[in-house]
């Protein structure tokens, strides 16, 4: 102080303000220890209340994570990883050697082990809670699910499920529209004759802005919907963030492609962008009856070495337009296949997926007669039934074939099981897809970024699809290497779904 008193002036007014300062400033001293007294406390209550409410974080340590980016092509897989989750989601990823363990983290031991994203069904259906847990059950995490005539309406409130991200047609009346739960969409969307007819542009518009407020994460473009529609739908859904499907016909699939469609549906429909202008032409007036079978068969019975076919598969592949092909459709129909019932998945389905469709005792598909065929005798009923089978039988080679021709281009594919139709399963055909991709010629490694980072890649869904910051925490701990065999995606005891450990074999438990 008396340092500090020498560095004043020596002014009679200097000195008194000097002598005031030391009672001043042990006055304002005692102040601010009072202040810190009654403040330390409350400040250490709200770090305790703070640690007390953060989210614990999940550690999965030890594993191989698979690297699934760059459409399958990459290969820098990480082992000995440290995975941390909190809150639902990959916070950090890194070797063991170089991120820590935080204190208090709940840890999860995958030495041995293989870590890879949750698989996406691009398609398929999820409309009860057994639905749900046998896509858990098949390591499908997330599903873009449709309405079906069959299983009605998503069913969004099941737990444990699958992450569901809607579908929607648009464009064209649909009876299961999801809009049509509202009675402003009611009559505009109810199909009154035998197929859908197209929306006028306006309420195309309406429509397009009405499912995007919805919550619908895609739209399926359909074979009744023209061209300049198809171009108008595809120009402002993006703009909305909405994914686009199509099947094709009465817009000619190559100027959709050009215009941008994320990507083609079903083998046995995107097939008909090869057919010359002569037979799309009439597709324009009538996308259905006697002009889609004349263009559908002309593409079916294409030789597999006609240069048009491959001349067709080089502009699929120099274009941004994926190829999701689901082949679980016609897998019942294909060689080599088996008896989806009998998968422990199965059990949790409902028979009804198998009423008229599947025998699931044997797996086989059942092509029933008509009810004046039912009158015949037993030895004519069945060589009609033989004959059904067999004809069935050589359409999903012809059209297996051209897949195969299609794929020499290499073109990018998506994974999606289009279940419950045709035999396909829930969650149990997704599995089967990835079987087909591989059978067409991807490797194990592509047919796995086929059901996980495409999505993120061509939809835009950068919140799944890898084990990296910032996705959500789905993630499959597989015991055996999956990009040695297809097969190992089926062997795993424990998945994360959404951040939460969840136990495989708990789920063959129904309504869990």
């Known amino acids: 102080m008396s340092t500090a008193i020498r560095g004043e002036s020596t002014t009679p007014s200097s000195r008194s303000c000097a002598r005031r300062i030391p009672c001043n400033s042990l006055r304002n001293l005692l102040s601010i220890l009072t202040i810190a007294l009654v403040i330390s406390p409350l400040a250490h209550a709200a770090r305790g209340a703070q ?8 550690a999965l340590v030890g594993g191989t994570v698979i690297d699934v980016s760059q459409w399958g092509h990459s290969a820098n897989d990480l082992p000995n990883a440290v995975v941390l989750i909190r809150d639902g989601q990959i916070v950090s990823i890194g070797s063991m050697a170089t991120l820590p363990v935080p204190k208090g983290a709940t840890v999860v031991d995958c030495t041995g082990k293989y870590l890879v994203p949750g698989l ?11 639905e749900a847990q046998a896509n858990l059950y098949m390591g499908v995490t997330t599903v873009v699910a449709r309405s079906s005539a069959a299983d009605g309406a998503p069913d969004l409130r099941v737990s444990p499920g699958p992450q569901i991200y809607r579908i929607a047609s648009v464009g ?9 739960s509202q009675p402003a969409w009611r009559l505009m969307l109810q199909v009154t004759g035998a197929h859908p007819v197209e929306l006028t542009p306006a309420q ?20 009744a919907v023209t061209a300049a529609n198809t171009q108008w739908i ?15 016909a009465a817009t000619p699939v190559r100027l959709a492609v050009k215009a941008g469609v994320d990507t083609l549906l079903h083998m046995g429909r995107y097939e008909i962008g090869v057919i010359p202008d002569e037979l799309q032409q009439p597709l324009a007036d009538n996308a259905y009856d006697a002009a889609a079978r004349t263009a559908y068969g002309y593409a079916e019975h294409l030789p597999p070495m006609d240069p048009h076919l491959h001349d067709y598969a080089r502009f699929l592949a120099a274009h941004r337009t994926v190829l999701m092909p689901t082949f679980s459709e016609f897998f019942l129909r294909l060689p080599n296949h088996r008896n989806l019932w009998r998968e422990p998945a199965a059990r949790l389905l409902n028979p009804h997926l198998a009423a008229g469709v599947t025998d699931p005792a044997t797996g086989e598909m059942v092509y029933p007669l008509t009810y004046w065929e039912h009158k015949l005798p037993q030895v004519t009923q069945r060589w009609l039934e033989v004959g059904l089978s067999k004809r069935a039988n050589q359409q999903a080679q012809r059209l297996w074939t051209l897949n195969q021709s ?3 281009a290499y073109p990018h594919y ?30 194990p490694r592509e047919a796995l970024a086929a059901a996980t980072n495409n999505y993120a890649l061509q939809m835009h869904w950068t919140e799944l699809g890898g084990i990296v910051p910032g996705r959500r925490a789905d993630i499959l701990v597989l015991d055996a290497d999956p990009t040695a065999s297809v097969w190992n995606l089926r062997r795993f005891q424990t998945l994360v779904v959404n951040g939460v450990v969840i136990q495989r074999e708990s789920l063959l438990q129904p309504g869990k």
């Open 234 to 248: 595809l120009e402002h859904a993006r703009g909305l963030g909405l994914a686009t499907y199509g099947v094709f």
């Open 172 to 180: 064209t009346t649909d009876n299961l529209n999801p809009l049509r």
């Open 51 to 58: 640690a007390q409410t953060a989210p614990p974080t999940l």
């Open 406 to 408: 299609i794929f020499e």
């Open 414 to 443: 998506l994974a999606g099981s289009g279940a419950p139709e045709m035999g396909s399963l829930p969650g149990i055909s997704l599995q089967v897809e990835l079987e087909m991709l591989v059978r067409l010629g991807l490797s």
């Open 204 to 223: 195309t518009a309406q429509e397009l802005s009405a499912l995007a407020q919805s919550g619908v994460r895609a739209v399926l473009i359909g074979p």
């Open 120 to 130: 996406v069904d691009g398609y398929s259906s999820v409309s009860n809670q057994g």
